[in-house]
């Protein structure tokens, strides 16, 4: 990932944005091995320097952190960006399709109650990388291709299926 090499020699000669930029690659794992803590320890230096930026990237992780549900969870397996066009067709479906109906709204509301739980509970099996894969694997590809072949009726229904045999295992 040749942009990290630059934001570094950039960021060494006290370009702000450049340290902002190469702190987003250890949040995202771009190009570089991913370390929130490092990420969130190089935004706070910035902070502290007035970069208004970096208080608006920790918030950001900060909310993604605190809500990290099964996708999310499962796109570390696949190798996905967080940022990255699979996850946002994913939060398309939520915020467009989902969201529209009072059944997809009711469905939303389970999923934000339930899947942090879920996620902890399989993060602490001994299964977790393998239960991670297959999820990815078995769900989230075949979710993702009817999202992008505009199947959206076969994609909430998958996803629906998967939510609840989740709840149900775990």
Request: charged share 25%; with cysteine; proline share 2%.
């Amino acid at each position: 990932y040749e942009a990290v090499r630059y934001y570094r020699l950039a960021a060494d000669q006290g370009d702000l944005l450049a340290y902002h930029n190469l702190a987003c690659c250890y949040a995202n794992g771009e190009g570089v091995e991913k370390d929130l803590d490092r990420a969130k320890k190089m935004l706070s230096e910035l902070s502290k320097q007035g970069f208004e930026l970096a208080d608006q990237t920790l918030t950001s992780i900060k909310e993604n952190e605190s809500s990290c549900f099964i996708t999310t969870a499962a796109c570390s397996v696949l190798h996905w960006s967080d940022q990255g066009p699979e996850m946002s067709a994913f939060r398309k479906f939520r915020d467009s399709v989902m969201i529209s109906t009072e059944e997809g709204r009711r469905e939303i509301e389970f999923y934000y109650r339930i899947a942090p739980t879920i996620v902890e509970r399989i993060n602490a099996s001994n299964q977790a990388v393998s239960e991670w894969s297959s999820i990815a694997e078995n769900a989230l590809v075949p979710i993702l291709n009817d999202l992008q072949a505009g199947c959206l009726h076969e994609a909430h229904a998958r996803y629906r299926t998967m939510v609840m045999e989740l709840a149900d295992r775990y």
